[in-house]
C-alpha cells in the first residue's frame, strides 16, 4: 500500500492537499486517482446525466458491467472526501469494481461540495438523487416496487446512512434495500481511540484534516442534528447494513461503535475490518488486491443476507 501510495504521488504536485483550498484539492486529488485508473476495469456501458436540485447541478454517472445487469435493482454510490473533495472521477476505481461484483446498474452522484455548499446541501442533492433513480426505475423495472441499495465511503458513507434514516423516518425505508458503508465518519472527532493512534497524518487522513472538514461543511447545521452526525440519531428500522472498517484509520472506531449501535437497534449488521489498511484504501482496488478483494466481499455478504432472508421469509 505505501508503495503504490509513493508511486500515485510522483511527479504530483509535492503539496499536502489536506492543507490547501478546497478547490486546488479537488485538483490534485483527482490528478492523484487518475494514476490508479490505467489498469481499469472495462465496462458493458457507462453514462452521464444529470439533475438540478435548488439551482444546483447535480452529476450521475452509470456504470453497467453487463448488459445482463441493466434491470437489476442498482447501487447508489456516494463518494468519499470529507463532503468537500472528491468527485465520480476520483472514485471510478471503485465504482468499476463494486458494478463487476455486484452485477447490477451502480450510479455515482456528484453531491454538491462544500465550503461553497454546505450542510444540508449534499444532504438535499442525495435525497433528490435517490428520489431520481428510483423514478427512473418505476419506469423500466419488472418488479412492482423500485428499490435502491445506498453504498458509499468516508463522508459518502455518512450521508448514505443519514439518507436511509431519513426515507426511514418519513416511511419510505422500503425504497431502500441495504446499505454498504465503507469506512464512514458518523461522529465528531474526539480525543482517544482511533484518533490519537492513527490520526497524525502518517496514514494519510489526520484527525486535523477531518476537522477542517467539518468546519467547512457544518457552517449552518444546529449542534448535535443527527443529519450529520447520524450516530446521534436512532438507527432501528434500516435495512441489512455491511460495515467496513480499515484498521489504520482516524474513523476506525466510528465504524466499531456503529456496527454495535445497530446490532443493539435490532438492524442486521455485517462487520468486516481490513487488517493494517489505511482510510480511503478501496481506490487503489485495480492494483491492490485486498480492496478489490474487500469490495467483492461486501457484494458476498449482502447476496448472502438476501438469499437467507428469502429462504426464511
Known amino acids: 500500500m505505501a508503495q503504490l501510495l509513493k508511486r500515485q504521488r510522483a511527479d504530483v504536485a509535492q503539496t499536502d492537499r489536506y492543507t490547501v483550498p478546497f478547490p486546488r484539492a479537488r485538483r490534485l486529488l483527482e490528478e492523484e486517482r487518475k494514476r490508479t485508473h490505467a489498469n481499469c476495469i472495462p465496462m458493458y456501458r457507462i453514462e452521464d446525466e444529470h439533475i438540478t436540485v435548488h439551482e444546483r447541478l447535480v452529476r450521475l454517472r452509470w456504470y ?32 468499476r469494481h463494486l458494478a463487476r461484483a455486484a452485477q447490477v446498474p451502480v450510479c455515482g452522484v456528484e453531491y454538491s461540495l462544500a465550503p461553497e455548499h454546505p450542510f444540508p446541501a449534499a444532504f438535499e442533492d442525495v435525497g433528490a438523487a435517490v428520489d431520481f433513480i428510483l423514478q427512473q426505475r418505476t419506469r423500466t423495472d419488472i418488479q412492482a416496487n423500485a428499490q435502491v441499495i445506498l453504498a458509499g465511503d468516508s463522508a459518502g458513507a455518512n450521508l448514505a446512512l443519514v439518507e436511509a434514516m431519513r426515507r426511514r423516518d418519513e416511511d419510505r425505508i422500503s425504497d431502500v434495500l441495504a446499505l454498504l458503508l465503507y469506512y464512514g465518519s458518523y461522529a465528531p472527532c474526539r480525543n482517544g481511540g482511533s484518533f490519537d ?117
Open 64 to 95: 453497467y458491467a453487463s448488459q445482463e445487469s441493466v434491470q437489476r435493482t442498482p447501487i447508489a454510490y456516494l463518494h468519499g472526501g470529507g463532503w468537500c473533495v472528491g468527485s465520480n472521477v476520483t472514485h471510478d476505481t471503485v465504482l
Open 197 to 313: 493512534a492513527y490520526g497524525d497524518g502518517r496514514f494519510g487522513l489526520s484527525k486535523q484534516a477531518q476537522e477542517r472538514y467539518f468546519d467547512a461543511y457544518l457552517q449552518k447545521a444546529p449542534l448535535g442534528d443527527w443529519r450529520a452526525f447520524p450516530l446521534m440519531g436512532r438507527l432501528h428500522g434500516l435495512p441489512y447494513t455491511y460495515v467496513l472498517a480499515a484498521e489504520l484509520d482516524p474513523l476506525y472506531d466510528d465504524s466499531i461503535d456503529l456496527h454495535r449501535a445497530l446490532l443493539e437497534s435490532g438492524v442486521p449488521s455485517k462487520l468486516s475490518i481490513a487488517s493494517a489498511m489505511p482510510h480511503g484504501f478501496l481506490n487503489q482496488a485495480n492494483d491492490l488486491p485486498v480492496a478489490a478483494n474487500e469490495i467483492k466481499q461486501s457484494i458476498v455478504s449482502l447476496t448472502g443476507h438476501l438469499t437467507n432472508t428469502i429462504t426464511t421469509s
